[in-house]
C-alpha cells in the first residue's frame, strides 16, 4: 500500500466550518489510482497554519511515521510544498531523530504552487498587517461559504489590509470579527476558535517566507539525488474589464476580485530566480511569455519551480487546489480569489491526472 499525503499551505486546514482544503483532489486522485489497477491511499494532514517550517515538517513527520507500512508521496500545495521539501532532505535545521525514520519511508515529492524562493507579500504582511488582522483574514476564509453577508466585512477588511494606518474606530477590528463569527453555526465555533488560536500562538511562518531569507536557508537543504521530485506550477491572469464582466453582478465576487488584483499587484514585485534551460522552456511554451512579475496571486511563478516542471496552469493560488466558481459541483466548490483565470473542472482535472500520473511513476508494485 503505497500512501500520498496532501499538505496545506500557509493559513491551511483539512476541513473547517464546512470548507475542506482538498476534497476535489483527493477525488481526482483515488480515481487517476484506481484506472491504474494501484493501492493508494490519499490522505490529508492537518497542519499547523502559520507556524515555523520547522515545527509544520516535525508534525508531518510524527503524521507519516504514524501511517501504516507502505512508501510515502508528499504533494503539497503553496508553504504545505515547502513542509514536504525539508522532510524529505537532509537538513541541518531538523538533525537526527524520529523525523529520519519519516524521510526514509519518502518516495516522491510534488510541489504544487510554492514559494521556493519566497513571497513578497510576506514581508508586507509581516510589517503592516499585525496578528489581529491576520486571524481576521483566516475568519473570512472559513466564511467563504456565505459571502454575500459579509461582503461589507470584505471591504472593510481589505481597506484594513491595505493601510492599516488609516484612522479607525477603536472598536473597529472587533466589529469586523464580530460580523464574521455572527453566521458561523454554534457547534463550529469551537474548531474555530482552537484554529484561530493557533494562529494567535505561532506566526513565525511569515518572517521565513521572506525572499531572501528563505533562498539562503533552503540552500542547506539536500534532497537525495535518486528521489523523485517536481512541481507543479501557476498563474493568474492578468484582471481587466472582461474579467469583471465574467465575474457577472455578485457584490461579494466583485469585493472578492479586488481583493485578489490587490494581492496579484504586491506579489507581482520583479523575481528572478535562476532557472534551467529546461524550466524556462517549459514555461514559455506553456504560458507563451513570462513577464518577470507574473504570479498567481500569491507567490510568483518562478519562485514555484523546483526540479522538473510536471505541469502548469493558468490559474490562481486557489484554483489550482479545487477552489474555482462551481457551487452546483458536489461538495461544492466556493472561489476564495476570484480572478477570472478560466480555470475550471477540466483544467483542474487535467493538473491532478498529471500529478497521479508523476506519483505513479514511483509507485512500484509492493
Given at each position: 500500500?503505497?500512501?500520498v499525503?496532501?499538505i496545506?499551505?500557509?493559513f491551511?486546514?483539512?476541513?473547517?466550518?464546512?470548507?475542506?482544503y482538498?476534497?476535489?483532489?483527493?477525488?481526482?486522485l483515488?480515481e487517476?489510482?484506481a484506472?491504474?489497477?494501484?493501492?493508494v491511499?490519499?490522505?490529508?494532514?492537518?497542519?499547523?497554519?502559520?507556524?515555523s517550517?520547522?515545527?509544520?515538517?516535525?508534525?508531518?513527520?510524527h503524521?507519516v511515521?504514524?501511517?501504516p507500512?507502505?512508501p510515502?508521496?508528499?504533494?503539497?500545495?503553496?508553504?504545505?510544498g515547502?513542509?514536504?521539501?525539508?522532510?524529505?532532505?537532509?537538513?541541518?535545521?531538523?538533525?537526527?531523530?524520529?523525523?529520519?525514520?519519516?524521510?526514509?519511508r519518502?518516495?516522491?515529492v510534488?510541489?504544487v504552487?510554492?514559494?521556493?524562493?519566497g513571497?513578497?507579500?510576506?514581508?508586507?504582511?509581516?510589517e503592516?498587517?499585525?496578528?489581529e488582522?491576520?486571524?481576521?483574514?483566516?475568519?473570512?476564509?472559513?466564511?467563504?461559504?456565505?459571502?454575500?453577508?459579509?461582503?461589507?466585512?470584505?471591504?472593510?477588511?481589505?481597506?484594513?489590509?491595505?493601510?492599516?494606518?488609516?484612522?479607525d474606530?477603536?472598536?473597529?477590528?472587533?466589529r469586523?470579527?464580530e460580523?464574521?463569527?455572527?453566521?458561523?453555526?454554534?457547534?463550529?465555533?469551537?474548531?474555530?476558535?482552537?484554529y484561530?488560536?493557533?494562529?494567535?500562538?505561532?506566526?513565525?511562518?511569515?518572517?521565513?517566507?521572506r525572499?531572501a531569507?528563505?533562498?539562503a536557508?533552503a540552500?542547506?537543504w539536500?534532497l537525495?539525488?535518486?528521489?523523485p521530485?517536481g512541481?507543479?506550477v501557476?498563474?493568474?491572469?492578468r484582471p481587466?474589464?472582461?474579467a469583471?464582466?465574467e465575474?457577472?453582478?455578485?457584490?461579494?465576487r466583485?469585493?472578492?476580485?479586488?481583493v485578489?488584483?490587490?494581492l496579484?499587484?504586491?506579489?507581482?514585485?520583479?523575481?528572478h530566480?535562476?532557472?534551467t534551460?529546461?524550466?524556462?522552456?517549459e514555461?514559455?511554451?506553456?504560458?507563451?511569455?513570462?513577464?518577470?512579475?507574473?504570479?498567481d496571486g500569491?507567490?510568483?511563478?518562478?519562485s514555484?519551480?523546483?526540479?522538473?516542471?510536471?505541469?502548469?496552469?493558468w490559474?490562481?493560488?486557489?484554483?489550482?487546489?479545487?477552489?474555482?466558481h462551481?457551487?452546483?459541483?458536489?461538495?461544492?466548490r466556493?472561489?476564495?480569489?476570484?480572478?477570472?483565470?478560466?480555470?475550471?473542472r477540466v483544467e483542474?482535472?487535467?493538473v491532478?491526472?498529471?500529478?497521479?500520473?508523476?506519483?505513479?511513476g514511483?509507485?512500484?508494485?509492493?
Open positions: 500500500m503505497h500512501h499525503v496532501l496545506p499551505g500557509f491551511g486546514f483539512n476541513a473547517l466550518a464546512g470548507v475542506s482538498f476534497s476535489h483532489v483527493s477525488a481526482v483515488a487517476a489510482f484506472d491504474r489497477d494501484l493501492e491511499a490519499v490522505e490529508v494532514f492537518s497542519t499547523l497554519p502559520t507556524s517550517l520547522e515545527q509544520r515538517a516535525r508534525r508531518l513527520a503524521f511515521t504514524s501511517r507500512p507502505g510515502v508521496h508528499l504533494v503539497g500545495h503553496s508553504t504545505g515547502l513542509d514536504a521539501r525539508l522532510l524529505a532532505s537532509v537538513a541541518p535545521e531538523l538533525g537526527d531523530g524520529p523525523w529520519t525514520d519519516a524521510r526514509q519518502v518516495r516522491s510534488l510541489t504552487a510554492t514559494p521556493h524562493r513571497a513578497p507579500l510576506a514581508e508586507y504582511f509581516e503592516r498587517a499585525g496578528a488582522l491576520l486571524k481576521l483574514l483566516a475568519l473570512l476564509a472559513v466564511r467563504v461559504t456565505e459571502l454575500t453577508p459579509v461582503s461589507p466585512v470584505t471591504a472593510q477588511l481589505l481597506r484594513l489590509i491595505v493601510d492599516p494606518d488609516a484612522p474606530p477603536p472598536d473597529g477590528l472587533q469586523v470579527k460580523r464574521l463569527y455572527s453566521g458561523i453555526a454554534p457547534a463550529a465555533r469551537p474548531a474555530i476558535a482552537e484561530l488560536a493557533e494562529i494567535h500562538r505561532d506566526q513565525s511562518l511569515l518572517p521565513e517566507l525572499p531569507r528563505l533562498a536557508r540552500a542547506t539536500r537525495s539525488r535518486d528521489m521530485h512541481c507543479i501557476t498563474q493568474a491572469r481587466g474589464i472582461a469583471v464582466a465575474l457577472g453582478l455578485s457584490p461579494a466583485q469585493a472578492l476580485h479586488f485578489f488584483r490587490w496579484q499587484g504586491r506579489a507581482a514585485q520583479p523575481h530566480p535562476v532557472l534551460s529546461l524550466q524556462s522552456d514555461l514559455i511554451r506553456r504560458f507563451g511569455s513570462m513577464a518577470p512579475n507574473a504570479n500569491i507567490v510568483p511563478t518562478r514555484q519551480v523546483w526540479g522538473p516542471v510536471v505541469d502548469v496552469a490559474a490562481d493560488h486557489l484554483d489550482v487546489v479545487g477552489h474555482f462551481g457551487p452546483e459541483d458536489r461538495p461544492p466556493y472561489d476564495w480569489l476570484p480572478s477570472a483565470s478560466r480555470f475550471g483542474f482535472e487535467r491532478w491526472n498529471k500529478a497521479a500520473a508523476f506519483i505513479a514511483g509507485c512500484s508494485p509492493s
